[in-house]
C-alpha cells in the first residue's frame, strides 16, 4: 500500500465526513526552511473557534498531516499553520513548498487541541524548531492575561528559525539561540524555575526527552509536551512480535518485530481507520480487551497510558504476548 500523496487538487473533490473545505489565501517564507499557509473558508463563513495548543488535520489524497494553529484565536476569519519542508518526510510538506499556491482548496479536520494552556501564575516555553509554531498562541494569551512568561527557542541557525520578526516585538522575554552560534541549549539553567511554573515544550524529540529528564527532578513544575510523531520505546525495551486476537473478527493476527501492528491487521484484511500513521491523530483508535499495550501515541494522557483501555495500533505495541482486541 503506497502513502505517496497524488498531486492535490486546485478544484475540491468530494469532502469526506467532518471535513473542511477551505482555501489558500497566503503563503509565506518565515524561514529558509519554513512557509507559513493562511487559510480562508472557501464560502466565506467564519471558521470553527479553537484555543491555543490546537492543530489541524491536512489532508491531501492518501496522506494525512497534523499542523498546529500558529494564528490569533480570535481571529475566526481564517487559520495559520507553519510548515517545516521535511527532505525525509512523506510528501506532505514538500508539496506545500513547492505547490500550495493562494486559490489552492484543501481540505481540514479539526480543530482539536491535545496540547491545551493550563491556567498558571507563570510560564517558560522552550521550542525548538519548527516547535515554536503551536506555542505562539499560547504567548500571546499569556501576553495578554498580564502572566510573567518567557521563551527559549533554539534552532539549527537563525536562517532557519521562524516568526523571528513576530517574537522580536516581544523585546528580552524572548531568547533566541541558534545551535550554531551558542551550542546545544544548556537546559539545567534554564528550567530552573519557581515552583509553579508551568513548562511547555515542542520540538525535536531529543530536545522532549532532554527536557523531560531534567524536569523529573524539579518538584512543583508542571511539564506539558508536544511531540511530532510516535514516542519511543521506553527506555530497555526492544521491538518483539506478538499476536493480536480480533475478538469482533475471529481472527488471529501475527506481528513481526519490524512491522508495525496497523500493517499487520490490515494484511489480514481488517477494515480499519487511518490517517496519519504517526500516532497523532487518533483516527486508528481500537479497544483493548485483554492484555496490556506499550502506548506510544501522542493522543492520550499518561493516565488514559494506564487505564489501558484503548490502543492505536500505527505505533503503538503489545507489552505482553497476546492483546485481544475489539475489531
Not at 83 to 111: K, M, N, Q, W, Y
Not at 216 to 240: I, N
Not at 297 to 302: A, G, I, K, M, N
Amino acid at each position: 500500500m503506497s502513502l505517496t500523496p497524488t498531486p492535490a487538487r486546485l478544484e475540491p473533490a468530494p469532502l469526506k465526513a467532518g471535513e473542511l473545505e477551505l482555501v489558500v489565501d497566503r503563503v509565506h517564507a518565515e524561514s529558509d526552511c519554513v512557509v507559513s499557509v493562511r487559510l480562508v473558508d472557501a464560502a466565506g463563513r467564519e471558521l470553527p473557534a479553537w484555543e491555543p495548543g490546537a492543530h489541524i488535520d491536512f489532508c491531501l489524497p492518501g496522506l494525512t498531516r497534523q499542523y498546529s494553529l500558529c494564528g490569533d484565536p480570535d481571529d475566526r476569519s481564517c487559520y495559520r499553520i507553519g510548515v517545516l519542508r521535511e527532505a525525509r518526510g512523506r510528501g506532505c510538506s514538500d508539496f506545500i513548498h513547492r505547490e500550495l499556491t493562494p486559490g489552492h482548496h484543501v481540505a481540514v479536520r479539526g480543530p482539536r487541541n491535545n496540547f491545551p494552556l493550563v491556567e498558571a501564575d507563570r510560564y517558560l516555553f522552550v521550542a525548538g524548531g519548527i516547535g515554536i509554531t503551536p506555542l505562539l498562541p499560547m504567548i500571546a494569551d499569556a501576553e495578554s492575561r498580564g502572566r510573567e512568561w518567557q521563551l527559549v527557542y533554539g534552532g539549527r541557525s537563525r536562517a532557519s528559525m521562524a516568526f523571528g520578526s513576530e517574537l522580536a516585538a516581544y523585546g528580552s522575554r524572548v531568547r533566541v539561540s541558534p545551535e550554531d552560534q551558542d551550542g546545544l541549549l544548556d537546559l539545567a539553567s534554564i528550567l530552573d524555575v519557581a515552583p509553579g511554573t508551568a513548562v511547555y515544550c515542542c520540538g525535536p524529540e531529543a530536545l522532549i526527552a532532554a527536557v523531560e529528564r531534567e524536569c523529573s527532578g524539579r518538584p512543583g513544575v508542571a511539564l506539558h509536551v508536544e511531540r511530532f510523531g510516535a514516542r519511543p520505546l521506553p527506555d530497555g525495551m526492544v521491538r518483539t512480535s506478538f499476536e493480536v486476537y480480533c475478538a469482533d473478527s475471529d481472527v488471529t493476527v501475527h506481528v513481526a518485530a519490524e512491522e508495525s501492528m496497523l500493517d499487520a491487521l490490515m494484511r489480514a484484511d481488517l477494515d480499519l481507520n487511518y490517517e496519519c500513521m504517526q500516532g497523532t491523530c487518533g483516527s486508528c483508535e481500537l479497544d483493548v480487551l485483554e492484555g496490556e499495550a506499550v502506548h506510544l501515541d501522542t493522543v492520550l494522557s499518561p493516565e488514559e497510558h494506564a487505564a489501558d483501555s484503548v490502543i492505536f495500533p500505527c505505533v503503538s505495541r503489545a507489552r505482553t504476548p497476546r492483546l485481544v482486541l475489539d475489531v
